[in-house]
């Protein structure tokens, strides 16, 4: 190109550009403090607008009043002052998401905080968006393996779910959904997991472990720290949400951990008291419940005319003492599709997961169980309601009838079966196959002690000797006449080699 | 009945409608004191700004801040007033102020908008559409 033709193109440029004058809303801050600011003028501001406090600050509208607007603040708020004048963007809060935001750690506006770089978006997307309609869904029907025996088989988790994780501080709730994220290698899932005002080593250990199970290849973390500020931390989780949208609108399965909502509801009433609305219950706000219900409806199943993409929640709640009757457990426990309850009690005797397999419940979910599984959860549900009932009478111990007694022991090796330690995931198949040694008698007359032993070595006996009917499951699934009888073979044969 | 500073400034206004003179100087006066009453004295500069505003939007007037490179000359500053109370059928009160930052051109501020019509903003949009 030669300097003529570029000239050429400069002047045409520059005689095509119109003078424009361009014409702003603003308004100026009033009061600020505490993460929140009160703003003058502004008279045309839309709710959940993006404001510009300048220098690289944002804020969000969530009052709107007679003579002002009151507003979070995202970030830094020593750098606003009185009189800081603010800029109407004419935005809804957006996030930046895309392919790129897999395997890092990014805080509630999407900005990465691993320090690996900036990330290169595909799109923007609202972080408060309507929950698909019921013309858009489907039922749930794929499964969502967790690889924690005692979910998989009695309070099955489906694509589209949306199941609690309840119970109080220190008895494994975290544990339970970083095993679930750890399962989903290989299995065409995206994970993201939001951390709501957690502590930030536990976020490192979290990543370190994810890290080593090579698990971060499919996850993303969004973190809001204990140090953030409350209007960060309320918007997390929606910020988890619209990036997790962003990959069930094309067509991908996503699972979604809120951990946890209880952090969550509390900082949302740290936002809602600083903008003086009324409260409530619990100095909750009156909306607390519309808070996490339009969250957690966002969690669907879309059908094939919508791109078939599903997105799984897996929320946490933290019980003081046990308490599941409280405000934000009962709303959350209303809202989901059913809960896994986990007991203090239970996590001392040694029963890890400590679920609570009484109180625990799947209400979609046993439609998205393989029928393998179907066919072994079904009376090991009823061995193990069975054998709660009995429980009390343990102690009297021989005093007791023969079928007592034996309902007992089985009750004793099935919990025994149900434990297992963390990051010791275990396929569907394994979990058939252990499943249906347990309930059909196997293991009766094997001490209490040695039933874990006997577990593994079943396992790593089936997967050299058994690999046949293993891969007849997968194919199968479910167990046919031929596969059972192949079953009992492999599982008499290896008992014979096994010392009890 | 808790008074908020746009109704203390309301009242203000009512009253100094009908006074004029020495009883305008009575009718502040017994104003200030009511205020010191009522514990009102705090919110004084929050009562003045509402008065202005409502003062202006009862009589009419519109007032608009424009910020430019110089000083207007009286015609320029005739033209302005005049375009302004043609659009808008108000009273214009114009209060200017220099800021050499914006190079050249104004800005008007009225209300919550800012009309930016600036030397700057315009060589800002050239820089974008040039570099697209």
Same mark, same amino acid.
């Given at each position: =190109?030669?300097?003529?033709?570029?000239?050429?193109?400069?002047?045409?440029?520059?005689?095509?550009?119109?003078?424009?004058?361009?014409?702003?809303?603003?308004?100026?801050?009033?009061?600020?403090?505490?993460?929140?600011?009160?703003?003058?003028?502004?008279?045309?501001?839309?709710?959940?607008?993006?404001?510009?406090?300048?220098?690289?600050?944002?804020?969000?509208?969530?009052?709107?009043?007679?003579?002002?607007?009151?507003?979070?603040?995202?970030?830094?708020?020593?750098?606003?002052?009185?009189?800081?004048?603010?800029?109407?963007?004419?935005?809804?809060?957006?996030?930046?998401?895309?392919?790129?935001?897999?395997?890092?750690?990014?805080?509630?506006?999407?900005?990465?905080?691993?320090?690996?770089?900036?990330?290169?978006?595909?799109?923007? &997307?609202?972080?408060?968006?309507?929950?698909?309609?019921?013309?858009?869904?489907?039922?749930?029907?794929?499964?969502?393996?967790?690889?924690?025996?005692? #979910?998989?088989? =009695? #309070?099955?988790?489906?694509?589209?779910?949306?199941?609690?994780?309840?119970?109080?501080?220190?008895?494994?709730?975290?544990?339970?959904?970083?095993?679930?994220?750890?399962?989903?290698?290989?299995?065409?899932?995206?994970?993201?997991?939001?951390?709501?005002?957690?502590?930030?080593?536990? #976020?490192?250990?979290?990543?370190?472990?994810?890290?080593?199970?090579?698990?971060?290849?499919?996850?993303?973390?969004?973190?809001?720290?204990?140090?953030?500020?409350?209007?960060?931390?309320?918007?997390?989780?929606?910020?988890?949400?619209?990036?997790?949208?962003? +990959?069930?609108?094309?067509?991908?399965?996503?699972?979604?951990? &809120?951990?946890?909502?209880?952090?969550?509801?509390?900082?949302?009433?740290?936002?809602?008291?600083?903008?003086?609305?009324?409260?409530?219950?619990?100095?909750?706000?009156?909306?607390?419940?519309?808070?996490?219900?339009?969250?957690?409806?966002?969690?669907?199943?879309?059908?094939?005319?919508?791109?078939?993409?599903?997105?799984?929640?897996?929320?946490?709640?933290?019980?003081?003492?046990?308490?599941?009757?409280?405000?934000?457990?009962?709303?959350?426990?209303?809202?989901?599709?059913?809960?896994?309850?986990?007991?203090?009690?239970? +996590?001392?005797?040694?029963?890890?997961?400590?679920?609570?397999?009484?109180?625990?419940?799947?209400?979609?979910?046993?439609?998205?169980?393989?029928?393998? =599984?179907?066919?072994?959860?079904?009376?090991?549900?009823?061995?193990?309601?069975?054998?709660?009932?009995?429980?009390?009478?343990?102690?009297? !111990?021989?005093?007791?009838?023969?079928?007592?007694?034996?309902?007992?022991?089985?009750?004793?090796?099935?919990?025994?079966?149900?434990?297992?330690?963390? +990051?010791?995931?275990?396929?569907?198949?394994?979990?058939?196959?252990?499943?249906?040694?347990?309930?059909?008698?196997?293991?009766?007359?094997?001490?209490?002690?040695?039933?874990?032993?006997?577990?593994?070595?079943?396992?790593?006996?089936?997967?050299?000797?058994?690999?046949?009917?293993?891969?007849?499951?997968?194919?199968?699934?479910?167990?046919?006449?031929?596969?059972?009888?192949?079953?009992?073979?492999?599982?008499?044969?290896?008992?014979?080699?096994?010392?009890? | =009945?808790?008074?908020?500073?746009?109704?203390?400034?309301?009242?203000?206004?009512?009253?100094?409608?009908?006074?004029?003179?020495?009883?305008?100087?009575?009718?502040?006066?017994? +104003?200030?004191?009511?205020?010191?009453?009522?514990?009102?004295?705090?919110?004084?500069?929050?009562?003045?700004?509402?008065?202005?505003?409502?003062?202006?939007?009862?009589? !009419?007037?519109?007032?608009?801040?424009?910020?430019?490179?110089?000083?207007?000359?009286?015609?320029?500053?005739?033209?302005?007033?005049?375009?302004?109370?043609?659009?808008?059928?108000?009273?214009?009160?114009?209060?200017?102020?220099?800021?050499?930052?914006?190079?050249?051109?104004?800005?008007?501020?009225?209300?919550?908008?800012?009309?930016?019509?600036?030397?700057?903003?315009?060589?800002?949009?050239?820089?974008?559409?040039?570099?697209?």
């Amino acid at each position: =190109m030669n300097k003529d033709k570029i000239i050429e193109n400069l002047k045409e440029q520059i005689t095509k550009y119109k003078t424009q004058t361009t014409i702003k809303d603003v308004g100026s801050v009033i009061e600020v403090g505490d993460g929140i600011a009160k703003i003058s003028g502004l008279s045309h501001a839309m709710a959940s607008e993006m404001l510009d406090f300048g220098g690289g600050v944002f804020g969000v509208v969530l009052n709107l009043e007679e003579d002002f607007v009151g507003a979070i603040i995202l970030g830094d708020f020593s750098k606003v002052s009185e009189g800081t004048i603010v800029k109407k963007t004419g935005r809804i809060l957006e996030i930046p998401v895309g392919q790129n935001c897999i395997g890092r750690v990014v805080n509630s506006l999407g900005e990465p905080l691993d320090g690996k770089g900036k990330i290169k978006p595909d799109a923007s &997307y609202p972080l408060e968006k309507i929950a698909p309609r019921v013309i858009t869904r489907e039922p749930v029907t794929k499964p969502v393996q967790t690889g924690i025996i005692a #979910i998989d088989a =009695m #309070i099955p988790i489906g694509r589209g779910q949306r199941e609690l994780i309840i119970g109080d501080r220190q008895t494994g709730k975290t544990a339970i959904a970083i095993d679930t994220i750890v399962n989903q290698k290989g299995q065409d899932m995206i994970c993201i997991y939001v951390a709501i005002g957690q502590k930030e080593s536990k #976020i490192a250990r979290i990543i370190g472990e994810l890290e080593a199970r090579g698990a971060m290849d499919y996850t993303i973390i969004v973190l809001a720290g204990a140090s953030d500020p409350a209007p960060m931390l309320y918007l997390s989780p929606f910020a988890g949400c619209a990036i997790g949208e962003y +990959f069930m609108d094309k067509g991908k399965d996503v699972l979604v951990v &809120y951990d946890d909502l209880s952090k969550h509801a509390v900082s949302y009433r740290e936002v809602s008291l600083l903008l003086r609305r009324p409260p409530g219950r619990e100095a909750y706000p009156g909306d607390v419940f519309y808070l996490h219900s339009r969250l957690l409806e966002r969690a669907a199943c879309l059908n094939k005319e919508n791109g078939g993409g599903t997105l799984t929640a897996l929320p946490i709640i933290e019980t003081q003492a046990g308490d599941i009757s409280a405000y934000i457990p009962t709303n959350v426990i209303s809202i989901t599709d059913g809960q896994i309850f986990l007991e203090t009690d239970l +996590f001392y005797q040694g029963v890890r997961p400590a679920i609570n397999t009484g109180l625990s419940v799947s209400r979609v979910g046993s439609a998205a169980q393989i029928k393998a =599984m179907k066919q072994v959860a079904g009376k090991l549900k009823l061995d193990m309601a069975q054998f709660r009932e009995l429980a009390a009478f343990a102690q009297f !111990g021989s005093d007791l009838d023969e079928s007592t007694q034996k309902q007992i022991n089985r009750g004793k090796m099935l919990t025994e079966i149900l434990k297992q330690n963390q +990051f010791k995931v275990m396929k569907v198949e394994e979990e058939v196959v252990v499943l249906y040694a347990a309930i059909n008698g196997f293991i009766d007359d094997i001490v209490v002690e040695k039933v874990k032993l006997f577990q593994e070595a079943l396992i790593s006996y089936m997967q050299a000797q058994g690999k046949k009917v293993m891969e007849k499951i997968i194919q199968e699934k479910q167990i046919t006449k031929d596969i059972e009888e192949e079953l009992k073979k492999a599982i008499q044969e290896f008992k014979k080699g096994f010392s009890k | =009945m808790k008074v908020n500073p746009k109704q203390y400034a309301q009242a203000l206004y009512e009253m100094t409608q009908t006074a004029s003179g020495s009883d305008l100087d009575a009718v502040i006066q017994n +104003f200030v004191k009511y205020l010191g009453m009522r514990g009102g004295i705090s919110k004084a500069s929050q009562i003045i700004l509402e008065f202005e505003k409502y003062y202006n939007s009862q009589e !009419g007037i519109m007032s608009v801040e424009v910020s430019s490179a110089r000083e207007f000359s009286s015609d320029e500053r005739k033209y302005i007033i005049l375009s302004f109370e043609k659009i808008t059928g108000k009273k214009i009160e114009l209060h200017q102020s220099i800021d050499k930052e914006i190079l050249g051109g104004a800005i008007f501020k009225v209300h919550d908008t800012i009309i930016d019509a600036s030397l700057k903003n315009q060589l800002k949009h050239l820089h974008k559409q040039l570099t697209q």
